[in-house]
């Protein structure tokens, strides 16, 4: 699970204090199965440029080589064989079910961009690259990122 959070979480939620509220864990547990996973080379830990008390968690081309065998693509591939409203239901279902959860436990609600209130949606460009703002984090994004993880995420407006 530790590397399919670092393949899917943002360069600003790829901590061990994310990983560890991500899986409801201490921080020591989660410290312990980073080093551990360091130690094995499948991630790296690099010291924050914002914060040299920090270090970002990355996966290492052995990592993305592990999660490629991830039985979750499997799930991910019967999803996307579904017709679109039904991919669209399971969203928003799942969306929801995940707020509740995230409510009832009082912890931080995991989410993507796209559907943020941080996010800045005026995709100016770039050297051609279209680019947005991370209000939270006062960060550029580009596209790529937009689709990934964040512990700052803050739904846009309540699903229904």
Do not use: W
């Amino acid at each position: 699970m530790a590397i399919r959070y670092f393949a899917r979480a943002n360069r600003m939620s790829r901590t061990v204090s994310a990983f560890a509220e991500f899986h409801a864990t201490t921080r020591g547990t989660a410290s312990q199965t980073v080093k551990s996973l360091v130690e094995l080379g499948y991630l790296s830990r690099v010291t924050s440029k914002q914060d040299a008390r920090s270090a970002v968690i990355n996966l290492t081309r052995k990592g993305q080589t592990l999660r490629r065998h991830d039985p979750i693509e499997d799930l991910k591939k019967a999803v996307g064989d579904l017709p679109g409203n039904l991919q669209e239901n399971l969203a928003k279902a799942l969306e929801r079910i995940v707020g509740e959860v995230a409510l009832i436990r009082e912890q931080h609600r995991f989410g993507t961009c796209p559907n943020c209130k941080y996010l800045d949606q005026n995709g100016d460009v770039d050297d051609g690259i279209v680019v947005y703002q991370c209000n939270c984090f006062n960060e550029v994004l580009i596209a790529s990122e937009l689709n990934q993880i964040c512990i700052n995420y803050h739904p846009a407006r309540r699903s229904k």
